[in-house]
């Protein structure tokens, strides 16, 4: 939860002094918004229920990930239209921020509603299920890390953020 805390703050210093550079286009306080709730929603979850995997899950894999994601996103927009790219890492940024929603995007309806209400899969037998879905999701997160790479040291920096499609591997 520190972590998401220290995300939202470093996002409020990089959205609000230039106000001009065109940051609120991103949209990434909404997207802030949505990973405090989910971590203030495992946060309560695990403090209540500390061998619950669902308030993990809210807590890692879907809080912590969306706020890396939205302070990467505005980190290398803020670099790139405010500094005009003189900030330190801001093409890792970039590409943090082209790929680490995925996660946030396959947790939740895959494990989340497996796993509901009570952290445990219906019955045994879904344990097969459960574990292909996890090989399944890391295969996807994986290849949506390495797609976004860059294939060129200076790509393209469309307007809004991100890496343009003709300048990944994927």
């Known amino acids: 939860l520190g972590v998401v805390l220290a ?28 990973a405090l709730a989910e971590a203030v929603f495992g946060f309560i979850v695990v403090r209540r229920f500390p061998r619950n995997p669902i308030g993990w899950l809210f807590l890692a894999g879907l809080g912590l990930p969306d706020t890396l994601n939205s302070v990467a996103q505005l980190y290398a927009v803020f670099a790139h239209n405010v500094t005009h790219d003189a900030l330190p890492a801001w093409a890792v940024a970039e590409w943090l921020g082209s790929w680490l929603f995925i996660p946030g995007v396959l947790i939740l309806p895959t494990f989340v509603i497996l796993l509901f209400p009570d ?13 292909v879905l996890g090989v399944l999701v890391g295969v996807a997160i994986v290849t949506a890390a390495i797609g976004a790479i860059p294939t060129r040291p200076n790509f393209h920096f469309p307007p809004g953020g991100g890496i343009a499609d003709a300048d990944r591997l994927g």
Not at 18 to 33: K, M, Q, V, W, Y
Not at 119 to 131: D, I, N
């Open 119 to 131: 952290g445990h899969l219906p019955s045994p037998r879904w344990r097969w299920f459960a574990r």
């Open 7 to 34: 995300g939202a703050a470093a996002n409020a210093v990089m959205y609000f002094p230039d106000r001009s550079a065109g940051l609120e286009d991103n949209g990434p306080p909404t997207a802030l918004i949505q």
